[in-house]
């Protein structure tokens, strides 16, 4: 067949601007698109008649497991149920163009009919839906039809509307650097395409020409709000349009063969590096958006019914009889022989094991062995600030492992970051490795869980803590949980370093501390190191292990003469969990970190001129936190302060001092007391910053206050 040649007449369903092209189409929505695209349209005659009869079977079992699902969530078998109807066509199409294993998928949650392309069975299905044990996406973790399968390359689903968009590129970008010939699935539903996500995504894909094809499944509701609510212009095919170096393809994606030409040429196009694609298809949604939803209160039955006529299945019979490849009687076959199957599946997933109660806090982080050699002896090197020290652990970590890369705002070529921790870095090792990212914290995180899906280890900057906010979303419901709701089959191990702290004259968005936050998220190691010597044993460690990192640095400590110390060698790395008795006493225990060890250790030797011995315990890593530690010096000197920047009120001292009451109540002379930063944010002033943040006399006094009880 003949190449379609563009047109510059606007199609009824084009935005009136773009040179789209219109081919003839079956189904109600003509095919359009924008980009260098050989479409070539295809009907039953080409394809073996075997290969569509498996097709159809799969789309009818993918419809019957919809169905069963929701005669099990009656009979109190099932939990939650999120439909597949009406996007069987439009996911049977491509996922016949993927490679299970080679290409990689980045789902969302209604997506079964690509997951039963792929490989998978009823029966994982049924083991999904009632949540087993012996469930292959998550061991019973995540809800139904969120599915995870790493053998082919299925990334695990968070149930947050467009978090599936930031990693497809991650991992896309991944593909690109290690030469693979593959290409990224993204998918969406119309609603999704309105979360600021699915933007930084398509801007970053354009930009670097990412092998990601994103499909959008329009099926014109977001739970209960059409789309003509939720998007400019009624498509994201418009939305889409203004991104150079995206192509875009809008189709009848009820329409199993219009959508499988339009899908080829995309995938060709993406796989001969030109690029990604923006494919949005028009569907219907012939259940409500999940089980908890009715849609009848919405829709109307007259638009209901018109969407039935519209089915995807009944459009594959249809064209499929009028080949010759289906009859009646052949039709009653197969359908009939898929609620057999389907009905077998579910009694044998019900039979299965439950999961264990005590497996419950199992895979929230990495289980394995690291092999790694910790440091004993102290460092002997030439002394160094801790803003060096950081920058050569990145160096030596570079060195030995080609996987390590480093990237966020402003950290390539000579600038290397606003305090320089990165520089040099792009020189050394390539724009490959080191590299800046656009100005968008989301994008950061969100592309680190692809990158470190695919095999990388990211090692990426966030410019302040004040600016971590906008990732918030990927930080917490993608990788914090990232391998537990996998069952440990995946990990996303990455190093997300984030200056932070005031004492700076940094006003409101320079000064926050930001550990209490995410130190309530399981799935995190969090480190804050106080010297140069911690922070390249530390950081050097991270780089090394399996699970998410925040390690967060002290702004103020960069260059202090406080934190310089001799440098350790590149073999010098520091265990987690592990804190540092800064120096040893016998009256009171200091409980610290960060940028408060210095300031605790200046008051320690004012109290030590009054014939009074403070232990100052520097806790390191807050997340695992040393405990053992601690109470060992608490059960010594039987009083403690907890010393900390942040704000006193739910502060991450207010944990330690909680523990250590609870654990040593019967040896303490004196309450537990903590000292920090007043309940406000930071001001920009030097008087009022220094009323806010805790001053080395309000340490003295506090500590005096908790001696003289």
Known sequence: MAKASKSKKASPAGDGASPDVEL????????????????QPVGPADFDSEKLLGIYETMLTSRRLDEKMLTLLKQGKGFFHIGCAGHEATQAAISTLSRAG?????????????????????????????????????????????????????????????????????????????????YVYCSCGDGATSQGDFHEALNWAAREAAPVLFVVQDNGYAISVPVKDQTAGGSAYKLARGYEGLARIKVDGTDFFQTYSAAKAAIEHIRSGKGPVCLVADLVRLLPHSSSDNHAKYRTPEELEAEKREDPILQMENRLMEAGILTPEKIEE????????????????????DPDPSTATDH????????????????????IVMVDAINHAMVEEMERNDRVIVYGEDVAGGKGGVFTATRELTAKFGSDRCFNSPLAEASIIGTAVGFSSAGFKPVVEIQFGDYIWPALQH????????????????????????????????????????????AHMPGFQIAMPSTAADAKGLLKAAIRMEDPILFLEHKALYRSAAARSPEPDQDYLLPFGKARIVREGTDLTIVTYGMMVHKSVTVARLLEKE??????????????????????????????LVVYEDHEFVGYGAELAAKIADAAFEHLDAPVR???????PVAFADPLERELLPQDEDILNAAKGVLAY
């Open 24 to 39: 003839a189409a079956n189904g109600p929505t003509p095919l359009l698109f924008d980009g260098d695209f050989d479409v």
């Open 102 to 182: 080679k290409d990689w998928f980045s789902m969302y949650y209604r997506d079964m009919m690509m997951y039963l392309m792929l490989g998978g069975s009823s029966e994982e299905v049924m083991l999904h839906h009632m949540a087993k044990a012996d469930d292959p996406n998550s061991g019973g973790r995540q809800m139904a039809e969120h599915f995870s399968n790493k053998e082919r390359n299925i990334l695990p689903i968070s149930s947050s509307v467009g978090a599936q968009f930031l990693p497809a590129v991650g991992t896309a970008l991944a593909l690109q650097r290690d030469g693979k010939d593959a």
């Open 334 to 353: 197969l359908r009939k022989e898929v609620q057999k199957n389907v009905d077998a599946a579910a009694k044998w997933a019900d039979e299965q094991a």
């Open 364 to 383: 929230v982080l990495y289980e394995g062995d690291l092999d790694l050699a910790f440091e004993a002896s102290e460092p002997s090197g030439e002394p």
């Open 475 to 518: 930080l917490r419901n993608q990788v914090a949980s990232y391998r537990y709701r996998s069952n440990g089959e995946w990990g996303c191990p990455m190093v997300v370093r984030v200056p932070v702290g005031g004492y700076i004259h940094g006003g409101l968005c320079h000064s926050q501390n930001i550990e209490a936050f995410f």
């Open 611 to 640: 014939g009074v011995s403070v232990e100052i315990i520097d806790l390191r890593s807050l997340l695992p936190v040393d405990m053992e530690t601690v109470m060992a010096s608490v059960l010594k000197t039987n009083r403690a």
């Open 674 to 680: 903590r000292l920090a930063g007043k309940f406000s």
